[in-house]
């Protein structure tokens, strides 16, 4: 998959994680978030990854759990975000794709 824009406003998703203020918005990016397909989730994750950091904070959230030992989606998700760190020119994109690497669910 190719380096994609974190500043891409062509996801939904993402567009919806930056303008999210409210209690009820950000808990309906949560659900998105939870409910994306895995392959839309994969294309999303540069855009997901450069979010402010409360933003982020949820992204993490859905992310642990979808990369817990027996998550059927943690090999493709791990496996993307090794790819965006090292193709990535953004510093807090790459340090937080390490750091999550490191730990995952």
Same mark, same amino acid.
């Given at each position: 998959?190719?380096?994609?824009?974190?500043?891409?406003?062509?996801?939904?998703?993402?567009?919806?994680?930056?303008?999210?203020?409210?209690?009820?918005?950000?808990?309906?990016?949560?659900?998105?978030?939870?409910?994306?397909?895995?392959?839309?989730?994969?294309?999303? $994750?540069?855009? #997901?990854?450069? &979010?402010?950091?409360?933003?982020?904070?949820? /992204? *993490?959230?859905?992310?642990? @759990?979808?990369? !817990?030992?027996?998550?059927?989606?943690?090999?493709?998700? $791990?496996?993307? #975000?090794?790819? &965006?760190?090292?193709?990535?020119?953004?510093? /807090? *994109?790459?340090?937080?794709? @390490?750091?999550? !690497?490191?730990?995952?669910?």
């Amino acid at each position: 998959m190719a380096d994609e824009d974190p500043d891409d406003a062509g996801s939904t998703l993402v567009r919806s994680g930056k303008t999210a203020l409210t209690f009820t918005e950000m808990a309906a990016f949560v659900h998105e978030l939870e409910a994306r397909p895995a392959p839309r989730l994969l294309e999303d $994750l540069p855009g #997901l990854m450069a &979010l402010p950091e409360a933003k982020y904070g949820l /992204v *993490v959230m859905v992310l642990r @759990k979808k990369t !817990r030992p027996d998550g059927a989606e943690r090999g493709r998700i $791990l496996e993307r #975000l090794g790819e &965006l760190q090292s193709s990535t020119d953004d510093p /807090v *994109v790459r340090e937080r794709c @390490k750091v999550f !690497r490191e730990r995952p669910g």
